[in-house]
């Protein structure tokens, strides 16, 4: 499978997210746009090892999850590696950082 997305006959999308196109969207941030459903949007991100995320646009009305897929990173004092799920609020700032480099899952979610 390329990295178009595919809809099945039940129109479950499906892509394979290494075939998607990657975009530097900051210095040592790459994000591959995921399909979202309705109103959201989905995306993986990865973080080459010793980048800091740059500080993060707030996104009014839009709660932001993100899932660790391996690696860690750190974000207000906490060390969160893979397993961990984080939801930031609209209003909040996620800014965290990575030693060893990391893969987040994330997923936008209109309010």
Not at 4 to 24: C, G, L
Not at 77 to 99: I, K, Q, W
Request: charged share 25%; glycine share 12%; hydrophobic share 40%.
């Amino acid at each position: 499978m390329n990295g178009t997305v595919s809809k099945a006959r039940n129109d479950i999308q499906a892509v394979q997210v290494d075939a998607v196109k990657p975009v530097e969207v900051a210095p040592g941030v790459i994000r591959r746009r995921l399909p979202g459903a309705g109103r959201s949007d989905g995306w993986l991100y990865d973080l080459v090892p010793g980048v800091a995320w740059p500080e993060s646009e707030l996104h009014a009305g839009e709660a932001r999850c993100y899932y660790v897929l391996f690696g860690e990173i750190a974000d207000r004092g906490r060390l969160l590696g893979p397993g961990s799920y984080l939801v930031v609020d609209p209003d909040d700032v996620f800014h965290p950082a990575t030693e060893t480099g990391a893969r987040l899952l994330g997923v936008a979610l209109p309010g």
